[in-house]
């Protein structure tokens, strides 16, 4: 997938971010389209935007 892929997954997890359910469907749907390296890429980001977000941070387990 293009960078264009990775933007619109962080975009979409930024809209669903409300709900950590839903947070956690949708990022179980970005990890079967985005490539390793992408992934790796949103691990990274997700570390740092579930910092403040602490309800989210269940679930980091899909992504390690």
């Given amino acids: ?8 997954t962080k975009s979409i997890l930024e809209r669903v971010s409300f709900d950590p359910k839903l947070f956690c469907k949708e990022l179980e ?9 992408e992934i790796d ?9 579930t910092k403040e977000k ?7 387990i899909y992504i390690n």
């Fill in 41 to 49: 890429q949103l691990r990274d980001w997700l570390l740092n935007y």
């Fill in 54 to 60: 602490p309800e989210l941070r269940q679930c980091l």
């Fill in 29 to 37: 749907k970005a990890i079967k389209v985005l490539l390793p390296y």
């Fill in 1 to 8: 997938m293009s960078r264009t892929m990775f933007s619109y």
